[in-house]
């Protein structure tokens, strides 16, 4: 059984136990989702969707930039010249909102590890440890090849700049279209999308350090602290996390979300719930 917590049940109560639950914790996991992003100001409709993507709006009335990330463009050269403004605005600018620059204030004093399937590099972009980071989904600054023919990752920060300054008419010139340096088929994102989601060494080494950070600490009073996770994948972080709150009576669970706080009957007394914007907890709790 799931329990669900309203706006307003026990919300200045709730923070502060949170407040305390941090203060007291010797190691907290962040685990975060979609909604932190969001809290932040990456948001893919409304006026931010329109402000850099009108033209292809226009075209083929999309309404967000999810819908046209999916479109089966034409060519490759439409394909990239809206791939390349989709990654540069949501991975090279910075987010609209200090967000995660709090959430970092809030536990830079702690031994901390965080797990996210947010591909945006948010977390490194605030002043995050990356030896303390674990993007399970990938980062849209990573290029693998289609196939794929390794086991590889590329960096795409310097070609994705180029096709945002030299595309016209929605299109890029066809020599910067990405391809693989060893078999010459056509380079995609690093996405988890299928069986095709290339993991890396890094992503293993990444992996290692999350799995032997919970190893190391898992009888110590620590925080498992779930920030704007759905249930999209529940089995990365939010399933995971109640798993280990049972397990360990010294820990607790915080789930801070906007419209999905809710925590298992099984570990009600561990828990802390709070349905709001992340941002405004955060400013609370700081």
Same mark, same amino acid.
């Given at each position: 059984m799931i329990l669900k917590y309203r706006t307003g049940d026990n919300k200045s109560e709730n923070i502060k136990k949170l407040q305390s639950a941090i203060a007291e914790s010797e190691a907290v996991v962040i685990?975060?989702?979609?909604? !932190?992003?969001?809290?932040?100001g990456f948001v893919y409709t409304g006026e931010r969707f329109r402000q850099y993507f009108s033209d292809f709006a226009e075209k083929y009335d999309f309404r967000d930039m999810y819908t046209g990330g999916f479109y089966p463009y034409q060519?490759? #050269?439409?394909?990239?010249? %809206?791939?390349?403004? %989709?990654?540069y605005v949501n991975r090279y600018m910075d987010a609209p909102k200090p967000v995660y620059g709090e959430l970092l204030e809030l536990v830079k004093d702690k031994d901390y590890f965080v797990i996210t399937t947010n591909v945006d590099h948010c977390f490194q972009k605030a002043g995050f440890d990356r030896k303390r980071l674990f993007y399970t989904q990938g980062d849209y600054? !990573?290029? *693998?090849? @289609? #196939?794929?023919?390794?086991?590889?990752?590329? #960096?795409n920060e310097d070609i994705i700049r180029r096709m945002m300054d030299q595309q016209k008419d929605m299109r890029i010139p066809s020599e910067l279209l990405p391809v693989c340096p060893h078999c010459g088929k056509p380079l995609t994102m690093n996405l988890r999308?299928? $069986? +095709?989601?290339v993991e890396d060494a890094g992503w293993h080494l990444a992996a290692e350090r999350y799995n032997n950070f919970l190893r190391t600490r898992k009888n110590l009073r620590i925080l498992f602290l779930e920030l704007g996770v759905g249930y999209n994948t529940p089995g990365i972080i939010k399933y995971p996390f109640w798993q280990m709150t049972a397990e360990n009576p010294k820990a607790i669970y915080a789930c801070v979300n906007y419209g999905e706080a809710a925590c298992p009957h #099984?570990?009600? +007394? *561990? @828990?802390?719930?709070?349905?709001?914007?992340?941002?405004?907890? !955060? +400013? $609370?709790l700081l």
């Open positions: 685990g975060a989702g979609a909604g !932190l992003s969001t809290s932040a060519t490759p #050269e439409e394909h990239w010249a %809206y791939w390349s403004r %989709y990654i600054g !990573l290029f *693998q090849c @289609s #196939e794929p023919c390794c086991r590889e990752t590329f #960096e999308a299928d $069986n +095709k989601f #099984e570990i009600k +007394k *561990q @828990s802390i719930c709070i349905d709001g914007d992340i941002g405004e907890i !955060l +400013k $609370n």
